[in-house]
């Protein structure tokens, strides 16, 4: 899916960042935020920042955002049952 926003000439201007540079910026923090929610897990995460999943982790923890939840072991163990079984 892609999606498009309309940003003021003059705001793009006024904080000095390139159009890759502001798209990239957008889709970090919108990573950040939908995994600090908990809806998406920290690989998802880490997809949509365009990263790998270590800079992800890098990033949550320089956004004091825990690496590690409740929802991600949860995650994990659904994971390992399925493998299991």
């Known amino acids: 899916m892609q999606l498009s926003i309309n940003i003021p000439d003059n705001i793009v201007f006024g904080i000095n960042e390139t159009e890759q540079s502001l798209t990239q910026l957008l889709k970090q923090k919108l990573a950040l935020e939908l995994y600090k929610s908990q809806q998406i897990s920290i690989t998802q ?20 955002i825990p690496v590690i939840n409740d929802y991600d072991i949860e995650e994990e163990v659904e994971a390992a049952r399925r493998l299991l079984t």
């Open 45 to 64: 995460g880490a997809k949509l920042s365009s990263m790998d999943i270590y800079e992800f982790m890098k990033l949550l923890k320089e956004n004091n």
